[in-house]
């Protein structure tokens, strides 16, 4: 399982590891069994039409796409984008 969450500068600077407020799934590959192309924040930000600080936030209030960290860099499995929008569904057509 993955961990991803705010941190104060201080643990994300310092030498001890920041502390992650939101476990992430571990998804695996495709089943063509290729892994899936991750995403940065900017390329989210394109696919959705909005700025990548609104995936920062999202990000940081826990309430934006699943991300994963690889090494210092914040990745959105295109698969967990998509389940994100499809939990984000309203019926009707009114804003949750």
């Known amino acids: 399982m993955d961990y991803v969450g705010k941190t104060n500068h201080a643990t994300h600077c310092g030498t001890s590891p920041p502390f992650a407020t939101l476990a992430v799934e571990s998804y695996g590959p495709r089943e063509d069994g290729e892994m899936e192309t991750l995403l940065n924040t900017q390329e989210l930000a394109q696919r959705l039409n909005v700025p990548a600080g609104t995936v920062r936030r999202w990000r940081d209030a826990g309430t ?22 499809d939990s984000r569904s309203t019926t009707g057509g009114a804003a949750a």
């Open 64 to 85: 934006g796409p699943p991300a994963v960290r690889v090494g210092r860099q914040i990745r959105y499995r295109p698969s967990a984008v998509e389940a994100w929008l």
